[in-house]
């Protein structure tokens, strides 16, 4: 944990000159980087083992850094999950923040931000581009789906998972995307649906979403 100032870091990504450059610039900031991982699993297993004070991940390294997000959280979460990525599309985005994330910083910054960046993050602020965030209160600002759901008396009735599932269903996404968002298998969204129409007594999709926007 921080220890006179310093952050405990367990940087994330398969390229190893990023990896180099991040670790460069994070100890010149003040922080201990504490441990190097090229995949999804190594971030894992190395936060399990140091249980540092921040992870940066990586988005594109194998097995998804968005996943190892959303598995610290759930094992770890003491640690805050910063996103450090090229990607600035709006899916990697939002995904991250539902899988978690406390931050999400962009690769093109400069590199001597990230200590201040992460130490922010841990007094409790968020660490994203201007742009990023006008994106966000775009999406909050938008008449979508998922805002007047909650106000629907059938969304009482379903689990959090069940709720997850609709809403992304509810937005357009197949049944294979809804299950690559939330880490599931097809056949397990599928079986989530089918307890979603159970609940709201109806026979299809259709009427349960109907029900759920409150039409």
């Known amino acids: 944990m921080v220890s006179d100032g310093r952050i405990q870091v367990v940087v994330a990504d398969d390229h ?47 097995g998804s850094g968005i996943r190892a997000a959303q598995i610290i959280g759930q094992t770890v979460p003491e640690t805050a999950v910063v996103m450090l990525t090229h990607s600035s599309a709006d899916g990697d985005l939002f995904d991250s923040l539902r899988a978690g994330a406390a931050g999400y910083l962009l690769k093109d910054a400069d590199p001597h931000t990230l200590a201040d960046a ?52 509810g937005d357009g996404l197949t049944t294979e995307q809804a299950a690559a968002r939330l880490f599931l298998s097809p056949t397990t969204v599928r079986v989530h649906v089918s307890a979603v129409l159970r609940k709201l007594r109806v026979t299809d999709r259709d009427s349960a979403l109907r029900l759920l926007r409150g039409d």
């Open 16 to 62: 190893a000159p990023t990896r180099a450059s991040v670790r460069r610039a994070l100890e010149g900031g003040g922080c201990t980087v504490v441990g190097e991982a090229a995949s999804a699993d190594g971030a894992v297993a190395l936060v399990t083992e140091h249980r540092p004070d921040a992870a940066l991940l990586d988005i594109q390294m194998p």
């Open 118 to 169: 992460l130490r922010g993050v841990l007094a409790g602020e968020a660490a994203m581009p201007p742009r990023l965030v006008a994106r966000i209160l775009d999406e909050f600002r938008a008449p979508a789906k998922r805002r007047f759901w909650r106000d629907s008396p059938a969304a009482g009735r379903l689990s959090a998972r069940e709720w997850e599932v609709m809403q992304l269903l």
